[in-house]
């Protein structure tokens, strides 16, 4: 068994020869399909790839946050409501798990969080389009977080353990969300003409988008193959992306709703549907910075994070003070209780 | 005993936590660090539970929410302040948690309609104390910037709290008591925080008081108007 081996904890050595045996342990753990844990020793290649990879699904959910709430203060009733706004609350809570993960390989949320409000570290491009329309926050949940849970049910087994149970915890409530948006979905297609129109405009606006958040196609993918072998990534962008546009055409004939393609149809021999050629270059230049909302989100951001700056330094204050005293005072970070 | 529940202190309750939940809802993507998007949303989301509930009592929850008019409403002036910055926000938590903590108690103590909800929404309501008053302590005793915008906002929400302890149909608690018991207690909160306690006049005829009769401030009409919109542009849909 690799595991003995695998899991010494890194030692401070430079020797090559240790280094040569800790890196036959590691990769001999990952072939077993072991879990990889903070104290065990990795490659820094290996290391940076998670930290990278979890920062940006962290920034994700933080800035995903933006569109959704853009309609808690509009939401048309007030069941939906609450459930929007446990959804946002959710996406938060997702961004706290994600961020932990990776300050378990020794970065800083502070760290993550300057890198993304200075533009060096990305967010899913998916959040730099607007929510016009209230069946946007249904058509969000139907196609963004189904493709984000088709995208994130295999990290569940994600060589790395913390950023694996993380994801467990996360796709178990993005599962939710598909759910409540097809569900605002079908209430909006079996409703008045007005609403069937809002829904079937917002599934036109979001299907091509959604189908880019797997990335571009495998012989495009600049990190997959290594990826692969690190059992950080299980699928290839294309099997992925196939397989949501799977899930998602019978769905969207229950929901009475056409998706935006006219080469969308069964292929018999390949036992898939098939579908038209995804516009790359509009993936390109929202990636680079000129999608409708990119300006926008990341401005946003930046001045909740600078408008809050005396509040945590407040709370930094106060702490420091009392941290000697038993005045029963928590933590800023121990009053986020979850919501029952 | 059974009692009939009194709409008027339905509605009075109802939208006290239907309006507060909303502000707070507003917070939502501008916190100022990621676990008070966590907490301030469970805030709201409590309180949305709460405005339910006591809606659902006095009528549809959404005819009562989305097709009223801004006369209709029976809330407290307080709780439709804007938010204002962190401070603000938490100086309305503070006062508005510690009189809606001291009413909740009362009303589970008695037998009457609303003994059932209340003594629910106290233990929720004691986590939206604790929360309120953590901040207060940490803004008041922290830096000078957190302290300065701490008093004032402190004292701006000040002549907001007198209206809390005027009478309401229905609502069969010691209204004196509870304001005694909330003077001490936020006096108290204030004075950890190494905060002054404001002094101006908490009602008359120049402040607050008007809510719970329907005369609201300037901001709520727009609030009501964001929050309706969609509603009542599709007379008659369901969501
Ligand atoms: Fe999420
Ligand atoms: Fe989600």
Known sequence: ?340 | MTTTVSATAALALGDDALVLSHRLGEWAGHAPVLEEEVALANIALDLLGQARVLLSTAGDEDELAYLREERAFRNLQLVEQPNGDFAHTIARQLYFSTYQHLLYAGLAATDGPFADLAAKAVKEVAYHRDHAEQWTLRLGDGTETGHERMQRACTALWRFTGEMFQPVDGLDVDLAGMETAWLESVRAVLHRATLTVPEGPRTGAWSAGAGRQGVHTESFGRMLAEMQHLHRSHPGASW
């Open chain 1, 1 to 340: 068994m690799a595991t003995a081996a695998a899991h010494q904890a890194y030692g401070t050595t430079e020797d090559t020869a240790d280094t040569g045996a800790y890196e036959r342990a590691f990769d001999a753990a990952v072939a077993a399909d072991e879990r990889i844990e903070p104290r065990d020793w990795m490659p820094d290649a290996y290391r940076a790839t998670l930290v990278r990879q979890m920062a940006q699904h962290a920034h994700s959910e933080i800035i995903g946050m933006q569109p959704e709430a853009n309609w808690i203060t509009r939401a048309p009733s007030l069941r939906r409501k609450a459930i929007l706004m446990a959804k946002v609350q959710d996406e938060a809570g997702h961004g706290l798990y994600l961020y932990s993960a990776a300050e378990t390989l020794g970065t800083s949320r502070d760290e993550l969080l300057d890198k993304l409000h200075s533009g060096r570290q990305k967010y899913s491009s998916i959040f730099n389009y607007p929510t016009l329309t209230w069946a946007d926050v249904g058509a969000i949940g139907w196609l963004v977080d189904g493709a984000a849970i088709t995208n994130q049910v295999p990290l569940c087994r994600c060589s790395y353990g913390p950023y694996a149970r993380a994801m467990v915890r996360i796709c178990k409530e993005e599962s939710f969300h598909q759910r409540q948006g097809y569900e605002l979905l079908l209430a909006l297609g079996r409703g008045t003409p007005e609403q069937h129109a809002m829904a079937q405009d917002a599934v036109n606006r979001w299907w091509w988008p959604s189908l880019m958040m797997f990335g571009p196609p495998d012989d495009e993918s600049a990190h997959s193959a290594q990826s692969m072998t690190w059992k950080i990534k299980r699928h290839s962008n294309d099997e992925l992306r196939q397989r949501f546009v799977d899930i998602c055409v019978p769905q969207a004939e229950s929901l009475g709703l056409t998706l935006p393609d006219p080469d969308l149809r069964w292929n018999e021999e390949r036992g898939h549907y098939d579908f038209g050629p995804i516009d790359w270059t509009e993936f390109k230049e929202v990636l680079k910075g000129n999608g409708p909302c990119n300006e926008q989100r990341l401005t946003q951001r930046r001045r909740a994070h600078e408008e809050g700056a005396w509040v945590r330094e407040s709370a930094a204050a106060y702490a420091a003070r009392h941290t000697s005293r038993t005045d029963g005072a928590s933590k800023p970070g121990e009053t986020g209780a979850t919501r029952a």
